[in-house]
């Protein structure tokens, strides 16, 4: 009798890239499908069950009717992260409008909470649309996510990284994505995943390698060594809770 097909879906940004490499050159894993979706997306999927496990946005976890969190492994940070960005012209006080990027979940609550929690302020929130970056001028500031960051000018006077300002004010690391099953999984499953994505994590070097003819080869070790942590330990924990309860007085 054939198995049933696991079906996962991983960012596709250079963050996860550590995890898919595991997962495509480990040899662990049997049997299964990859997607590469940006964050939304992946949200999307394991909401309706288009996958059975995702690399998905936290912000999403009170929208899942079930789902069991796949421990020891996520997207996090802690301290600047580089890649979770808000750009603007003028100071946090000044800013009149927040154009909030369409591929993401997290990211998008992340800034909210740290408006009305630690920045003190009550700008409009704005749904952007591809392009929306060249958008950003005057008092509307915008939040980009993701490999975008690394290629952008140096034009905006003002920056936060997103993650360095959840550090600075709560005091610890955040979690952007974790691994997320939409039921329990097989224990052989989780067994294997967990070795793939160990093995990802340990031959970070050999994914830098394999970028090295896109981005700047120092640029992306540094990244993925020293700005993305990969590690979902207790800290982390911690910080996703708070992130979701202060999250939850927003959405109400």
């Not at 963050?15 to 299964?32: C, D, E, T, V």
């Not at 994505?177 to 160990?198: F, G, H, Q, T």
Request: proline content about 5%; charged content about 25%.
């Amino acid at each position: 009798m054939k198995k049933t097909e696991l079906k996962i879906s991983a960012v596709s940004y250079i963050n996860s890239k550590p995890f898919i490499y595991g997962i495509q050159h480990g040899g662990f894993l049997k049997n299964y499908s990859l997607s590469l979706d940006i964050p939304s997306v992946c949200a999307e999927k394991l909401k309706t069950n288009q996958v059975d496990i995702g690399l998905a946005p936290v912000a999403i976890i009170p929208e899942l009717k079930n789902y069991f969190i796949i421990p020891d492994f996520c997207i996090g940070a802690n301290g600047p992260v580089k890649t979770v960005m808000l750009y603007s012209e003028v100071p946090l006080k000044e800013i009149k409008n927040v154009l909030l990027d369409y591929q993401s979940r997290t990211s998008v609550m992340l800034v909210r909470i740290l408006a009305k929690y630690f920045w003190k302020i009550s700008p409009k929130w704005t749904p952007a649309k591809k392009g929306y970056e060249e958008k950003i001028k005057g008092t509307t500031a915008g939040v980009i996510i993701g490999d975008r960051n690394f290629f952008l000018p140096r034009k905006f006077k003002h920056v936060y990284d997103l993650a360095e300002e959840w550090k600075n004010y709560t005091g610890l690391p955040f979690v952007f994505a974790c691994w997320i099953a939409n039921k329990e999984p097989n224990e052989n499953v989780m067994a294997d995943l967990y070795k793939s994505l160990r093995f990802g994590v340990e031959n970070r070097d050999k994914v830098v390698k394999e970028l090295k003819n896109q981005f700047d080869e120092k640029l992306i070790s540094d990244y993925l060594h020293h700005h993305i942590n990969f590690s979902f330990d207790k800290q982390k924990h911690t910080a996703m809770e708070l992130f979701l309860k202060l999250g939850k007085k927003i959405r109400t």
